[in-house]
């Protein structure tokens, strides 16, 4: 039974009794976790467990909690409305990490609540926590509050307060009500500052304090039901794990240095190896924001992977620059299983890359490719198509994709709230419909009419995708298909036909023709924090209508 230090007479509606001693003491919560479905990309090429829906299930079931989760990547809708009836949960927390999310969200709550009107609602997540104070506006009392920041270190707090002393939430550090969106009241203690860009601070007045002790918190992998269903290419099924958290970069287009402050911390070498250990699938994704920065942390954590004896395959993402910087690193991981790295190439020219500040060049890029390819690393890269390319430099890219033997991926040039472009950019939005900032479709003006922007992007796609096919249909590949159907893995098997359903010109456009029932809210000028003097410069200039 969860104990809090919270002396005093419950408040009406709670359920806690005094004990002897003056404190508090009530029934555990039932607690049910939900995560919305896929987006476009991850219909076709992955599907990942949302560990950071898990580490916040497992925080509050530390707490004392009765919890569940519901993952609508893998479960239908049907489910979860079931398990609201049936089940009758206390409180139900909302995973809002990606904004083409956010509509999805909204309806799950506003239905939700008709369903168990007594009940405590919360939404958190990398989205939720910048457009926090829009997302409450949207569900018109819908939800409770949106947690701001990293949800494992406050949640159990905050159940507490949802049962005790709800009218109290608003003073808990990153809590944001309507009340406290509304009046841009900041009176919690202890919280971090809001991220900067584009967050406008009556939204978030700050965000939870950041977590010291990494990896103590062991993510309720057990509590997802579906877990054969999580694949990421040929790592079917797969698991995730985590061994550092931030970025200390400061590329314009990303928000996961904003959100935590440019901070990067490292799960200690023993949790991080013992919460891999648990992970029941052979395959693993790396979902750290840059793998292997620390060139220290990544071989400590190989030698403890050695000495365990754990045998995995592994999936990564990091920067071109660190493969060139620590090679024996990445040699190292290779013969531990390193199988795939993704890296951000984002652009084949200089002047993109300086516009994204990703302080890095082209040439340094392709030495990087040259690396992996030496050491036997196969590497997925992203280009970002800007919405004002024309036909040639579509063109350009098909051809360059063509001629590397890398598997190419193209994604469309987004500002989001969180990142400096959304600062910069945002008043040149042509649609302000959550549902397309998935950077799959275009929200800025296309230099190419919009039907034919997406034909081309279709068909590049499809250029890069029929490669990447071909790659996997060869050798090697068909036995391994062959060996994961026999085993009743076929997630990856249908991804590889299912590229036309997904990706299609017509549908794309379409998207656009939709009706709009939510729509983002646009920053202020006044509310954006620390921007470059450029930055502010081209602000000013969008917002008075001007490219
Ligand atoms: C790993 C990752 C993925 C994985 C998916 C992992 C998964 N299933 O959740 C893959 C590779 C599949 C992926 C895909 C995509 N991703 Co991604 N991804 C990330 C990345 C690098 C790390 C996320 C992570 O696992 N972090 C570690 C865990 C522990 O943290 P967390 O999930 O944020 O959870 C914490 C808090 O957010 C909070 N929290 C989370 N949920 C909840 C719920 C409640 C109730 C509460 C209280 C708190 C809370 O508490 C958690 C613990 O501290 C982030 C960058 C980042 N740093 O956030 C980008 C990021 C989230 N992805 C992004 C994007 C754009 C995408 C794609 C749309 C890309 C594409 N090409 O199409 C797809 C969409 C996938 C989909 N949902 O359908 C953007 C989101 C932008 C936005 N504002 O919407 C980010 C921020 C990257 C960026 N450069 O800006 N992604
Ligand atoms: S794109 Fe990568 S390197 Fe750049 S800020 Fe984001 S996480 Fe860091």
């Not at 560990?51 to 049907?78: F, K, P």
């Not at 569900?139 to 049962?163: F, H, N, P, S, T």
């Not at 198509?385 to 590397?404: I, K, L, T, Y």
């Not at 003006?445 to 279709?458: A, M």
Request: net charge positive.
């Amino acid at each position: 039974m969860p104990c809090a230090l919270t002396p005093g007479p419950s408040p009406a509606g709670g359920r806690g009794e005094l004990l002897w001693n003056g404190l508090q003491s009530y029934p555990p919560m039932k607690v049910l976790f939900l995560h919305p479905g896929c987006l476009m990309y991850a219909e076709i090429y992955l599907r990942l467990e949302p560990l950071g829906l898990e580490l916040v299930a497992a925080a509050a079931r530390n707490a004392g909690h009765d919890v569940r989760i519901v993952d609508l990547q893998v479960q239908r809708q049907e489910e979860y409305f079931r398990e609201l009836k049936d089940w009758r949960p206390d409180a139900v927390g909302f995973s809002l990490n990606y904004l083409a999310n956010a509509p999805e969200v909204l309806d799950l709550a506003i239905r939700t609540r008709r369903i168990v009107p007594e009940a405590f609602l919360f939404a958190g997540g990398h989205s939720a926590t910048f457009v926090a104070g829009e997302i409450l506006a949207h569900a018109g009392g819908a939800l409770d509050c949106v947690v701001c920041g990293e949800g494992e270190g406050i949640v159990g707090q905050l159940l507490e307060a949802a049962e005790n002393h709800r009218e109290k939430l608003y003073t808990l550090p990153g809590i944001v009500t309507r009340e406290k969106a509304r009046t841009g009241a900041s009176q919690d203690a202890g919280g971090t500052p809001a991220p900067q860009f584009g967050t406008p601070v009556p939204q978030c007045g700050t965000r939870t304090p950041l977590i010291d002790n990494l990896g103590t918190v062991r993510p309720a992998r057990d509590l997802l039901r579906r877990r054969r269903r999580y694949f990421l290419g040929p790592f079917d099924p797969c698991g995730s794990v985590e061994f550092s958290r931030g970025c200390p970069w400061d590329c314009t287009f990303c928000s996961a240095w904003t959100f935590y402050g440019r901070t990067y911390r490292k799960v200690g070498v023993e949790a991080a190896v013992e919460n891999l250990a648990r992970i029941p699938e052979p395959g693993v994704f790396v979902v750290d924001d840059v793998a292997m920065l620390d060139p220290e942390h990544a071989q400590t954590i190989a030698d403890e992977i050695e000495r365990r004896k754990i045998h995995k395959e592994y999936y990564l993402e990091t920067r071109s620059d660190l493969v060139l910087r620590h090679p024996e690193v990445f040699r190292r991981w290779r013969g531990l299983g390193l199988r795939y790295m993704f890296l951000g190439l984002e652009a084949i020219d200089d002047d993109a890359l300086r516009r994204f500040r990703k302080r890095t060049n082209v040439g340094s890029g392709f030495q990087a490719l040259e690396v992996a390819r030496r050491l036997g690393i196969t590497v997925a890269v992203n280009i970002i198509a800007d919405p004002q390319w024309d036909m040639g430099q579509f063109e350009a890219v098909r051809r360059w994709a063509a001629s590397v033997p890398e598997i190419v991926h193209l994604t469309v040039a987004t500002p989001y709230p969180g990142t400096e472009t959304w600062a910069a950019e945002a008043h040149r939005l042509t649609t302000r419909d959550y549902r397309l900032f998935d950077i799959q479709h275009a929200v800025l003006p296309t230099r190419l009419p919009l039907d034919l922007f997406y034909r081309e992007l279709v068909r590049t796609q499809e250029v890069l995708n029929r490669k990447h096919l071909g790659f996997a249909a060869g050798g090697h590949a068909f036995i391994h298909m062959a060996r994961l159907l026999a085993r009743g893995q076929s997630n990856f098997v249908r991804m590889l036909w299912k590229f036309h359903r997904v990706y299609n010109a017509s549908r794309q456009a379409a998207d656009h023709r939709r009706e709009v029932r939510y729509e983002i809210a646009l920053p202020e000028i006044g509310q954006v924090g620390n921007l470059p003097h450029a930055t502010r410069v081209k602000m000013a200039a969008s917002a008075r209508g001007e490219r």
